[in-house]
Antibody, heavy 119, light 107 residues
């Protein structure tokens, strides 16, 4: 049974960093690509980037380039997304989603992690 | 960046109605198109991939069609559990982008 479980909600101050984890089970982690997608209040879903579970290659949206870092731990079947220099506009629910390779649909989703940025 | 435009942004319908949601890509994306359903406070759930393929476990009242730039999601007979927001998404290269969503409400 496929499971994608994310870490809990975070409250951060502007300028800080946040790191969200995404633990998977029920499929071969190294055969999948782990994406990060966020949804700010009232906004559409926004793709941030991905990491290849096997090779560790990453691809980031230009919008977040320089502020986002996606990593993975193949022994723990877990992906991580770290976003730095947080501002209030980064308040959103962050989702991890998995696809069987690049140019493939997002088959499995985590439950989402709320990150609130407030002074 | 490929822009995904959905319409209508919202609609009201009754149980049993046929509902059609449209998604247009700003350039051709072949059939690299997925549809998702999102209930309030929940993660998106994959319904359709490759424009017309039903994900495992998704009821057959859902169907998708289209290729190139124009796509549709059809719910043949709306059920109470179908009231939600629906998103299209392309995966024809990077960045992946999503439509603005269509909120299906009870009439």
């Amino acid at each position: 049974q496929v499971q994608v479980v994310q870490s809990g909600a975070e409250v951060k101050k502007p300028g800080a960093s946040v790191k969200v984890s995404c633990k998977t089970s029920g499929f071969t982690f190294t055969s999948y690509v782990m994406h990060w997608v966020r949804q700010a209040p009232g906004q559409r879903l926004e793709w941030m980037g991905w990491i290849n579970g096997g090779k560790g290659h990453t691809k980031y949206s230009q919008k977040f380039q320089g502020r986002v870092t996606i990593t993975r731990d193949t022994f723990a079947n877990t992906a991580y997304m770290e976003l730095s220099s947080l501002r209030s506009e980064d308040t959103a629910v962050y989702y991890c989603a998995c696809s069987f390779g690049d140019w493939s649909p997002l088959d499995y989703w985590g439950q989402g992690t709320l990150v609130a940025v407030s002074s | 960046e490929i822009q995904m435009t959905q319409f209508p942004p919202s609609l009201s319908a009754s149980v049993g109605d046929r509902v059609i949601i449209t998604c247009r890509a700003s350039q051709g994306i072949s059939n690299y198109l997925a549809w998702f359903q999102q209930q309030p406070g929940k993660a998106p759930k994959s319904l359709i991939y490759a424009a017309s393929n039903l994900q495992s476990g998704v009821p057959s009242r859902f169907s998708g069609s289209g290729s190139g730039t124009d796509f549709t999601l059809t719910i043949s007979s709306l059920q109470p559990e179908d009231f939600a927001t629906y998103y299209c998404q392309h995966y024809f290269g990077h960045p992946i982008t999503f439509g603005g969503g269509t909120k299906v409400e009870i009439k």
